[in-house]
């Protein structure tokens, strides 16, 4: 559906985009991660056929991104960051306005205009005016705008940006329903958000792809070694003991808490110590209240990424 | 050609749900009736040579309003939607930039046709009213509005250049008003210095003198010099607007 080759994009002597490869195939989700100014935007605005890059290719839905633009863009519903609409237009008059830019006409215009009103749960504002209508509506009037001509490819920069929980959890819901038939590009900032609705994470930071995997995948690969958290109570000595375990590379002692110590393991990725941890403490008759083994976060991949660019640099 | 109506639509439809287009009516309709007062009370007091056409066209209060028109109709035109973003989602939808830019410019130019109207209805009742008692040449009425639509095409293809290039409206405004004032006062050049310059000069000015276009026209003569000159540089302003509109498309 999206095959990018090289693709490196220079504003002014700055390089916002530099040299990215990428191929999404159809049907899939693919969550686009990077700190504000990675590149995601320009990643983004290129794809939809808004601009050209300044090297490299993109081809979308069989069309060149520079040399058939009109095709691009009629293949593919784009929702820039921010939602900009025509504050002094309706709704619905909005809607219909778009749906006939992107070709539609007659009984179809009305019944696509329709749907994605109640899609997106519009229904009863089509008679407001966009100015007047809070972030998160208009965040879904940009969203049904996107959806308006059935397009095979959705590319959304921040769909959920600004939006309450529960609007959060409608939109993902959106999302997720429309995957088999439609292919996503959407970028984001937030975490949860990759791991929740993506089949793919794209991690770019920089300009440059840094990480390209399924969510497990990347949390599974990440290097720092884990967490295990652990509440026992008894007689010592706990550390060397602890740190006598298989896997097992720093035992820190972080408080007491009604009596209970309690302890931060930190052990080797993808090493699953607690059983070995139970037994020690059954040998030893210590009393356990807690034993939790703490999964790196997509956040911990992350944070990580930006720390090692930044001691690099 | 359906998206250019579709897009024509919108922007007609925004000029009026705006304030903007009722406030530049207003604005040309008092105006328009001060300097056709003004035309009355001319020949009311004399004898003369020219037309309630000439005089009305020459009248201090139709210049006052003329100039702060176009700003006013089309400082909105691109800088709005830069500053909110909907160029953009504009130009992610299948429509080519002259798509956008000429149904801008029409619009504008639709808006500033309307504006006319209340004055030309001035002309028909003051006929109507005297039972013909005032003279309205219908060639003088004709070349008038012929001119002023010409010279229209011209400042508005400016103002629309000019609202391309920024994405302040206030600037977009300056910038159209500051060219269209510039070229209407380098037409009163001779009037400034007087005939001391040199002859072939003289000629040249005459040629971009928007005071001598209008005179020529309120008389009845259509030369078509100005007309040609007036659209041909609302071409190359539009074309200018065009390549703007397309920068970012620009490739090394």
């Known amino acids: 559906m999206i095959e990018v080759q090289d693709l490196t994009k220079q504003y002014a002597g700055r390089t916002a985009v530099d040299q990215v490869s990428f191929k999404v195939e159809p049907g899939e989700i693919v969550g686009f991660l990077g700190p504000n100014g990675a590149g995601k935007s320009t990643t983004m605005r ?94 879904r009037v940009a969203l ?25 959890r409608h939109v993902r819901e959106l999302l997720k329903n429309l995957g ?40 599974r690969k990440l290097r720092a070694a884990s967490l295990v958290q652990l509440e026992i109570q008894g007689k010592g000595p706990f550390i060397p003991l602890l740190e006598e375990l298989p896997g097992v590379r720093k035992a820190t002692e972080e408080g007491v808490q009604d009596g209970y110590i309690l302890f931060s393991l930190r052990v080797e990725a993808r090493h699953d110590a607690r059983e070995a941890i139970m037994d020690l403490c059954l040998r030893q008759k210590w009393k356990i209240r807690e034993l939790h083994w703490q999964l790196p976060s997509l956040e911990d991949v992350f944070v990580e990424l930006a720390a090692t660019e930044a001691s690099k640099a | 050609m359906r998206i250019f109506w579709v ?11 705006s304030p903007v287009a009722y406030i530049v ?47 006013l109709l089309t400082m909105r035109l691109f800088a709005e939607e830069k500053k909110m973003g909907t160029l953009e989602t504009l130009f992610t939808a299948p429509v080519h ?34 039972v013909g008692q005032v003279e309205v040449p219908e060639g003088a009425l004709k070349g008038s509005y012929l001119i002023l639509l010409v010279m229209g095409l011209f400042n508005l293809a400016i103002g629309c250049f000019a609202s391309s290039l920024t994405s302040n409206q206030i600037i977009a405004a300056v910038i159209s008003f500051t060219i269209s004032l510039l070229h209407f006062l380098a037409g009163l ?45 609302a071409l190359l302003f539009i074309a200018m607007t065009h390549q703007v509109v397309e920068f970012r498309r620009w490739r090394p």
């Open chain 1, 46 to 139: 290129i794809l939809s056929g808004y601009m050209p890059p300044t090297s490299g290719s993109a081809i979308v839905n069989g069309h060149d991104v520079f040399q058939a633009s009109m095709d691009v863009r009629r293949s593919v519903g784009y929702m820039p960051e921010m939602a900009p609409l025509y504050t002094d237009m309706r709704v619905k008059e909005y809607l219909r306005f778009r749906a006939e830019l992107k070709g539609l006409s007659g009984k179809m215009l009305r019944q696509r205009v329709g749907d994605v009103m109640d899609q997106c749960a519009i229904t009863d504002v089509r008679r407001r005016l966009i100015g007047n209508l809070s972030k998160g509506y208009r965040q």
């Open chain 1, 144 to 168: 049904a705008d996107a959806l308006v001509h059935q397009p095979p490819l959705l590319i959304l920069d921040e769909p959920t940006n600004g939006l309450d929980p529960v609007q959060i």
């Open chain 1, 180 to 219: 088999p038939k439609h292919t996503i590009l959407l970028s984001t900032h937030i975490l949860q958000e990759v791991e929740a609705i993506c089949d793919r994470v794209i991690m770019i930071h920089q300009g440059k792809i840094r990480a390209m995997d399924t969510p497990d995948n990347l949390t």
């Open chain 2, 7 to 17: 897009l024509f639509k919108k922007e007609l439809r925004a000029f009026f749900v």
């Open chain 2, 25 to 71: 009516l207003a604005l040309v309709m008092v105006l328009s009736g001060f300097s056709f007062r003004a035309a009355l009370s001319v020949l009311e007091s004399a004898p003369s040579e020219g037309s309630i056409v000439t005089w009305t066209f020459h009248a201090m209060w139709f210049w006052l309003s003329y100039f702060f028109i176009f700003p």
């Open chain 2, 97 to 130: 930039a002259w798509q956008v830019v000429w149904s801008k410019y029409l619009a504008a130019v639709f808006v500033y046709c309307v504006l006319w109207i209340p004055s030309y209805l001035n002309f028909r009742f003051v006929d109507w009213i005297t």
């Open chain 2, 189 to 233: 050049f001779i009037m400034v210095v007087g005939r001391r310059v040199s002859e072939t000069f003289v000629d040249i000015i005459s040629y971009f003198a928007s005071m001598e276009h209008i005179r020529i026209f309120t008389s009845g003569l259509i030369d078509t010099r100005p007309l040609v000159y007036y659209t041909s540089f």
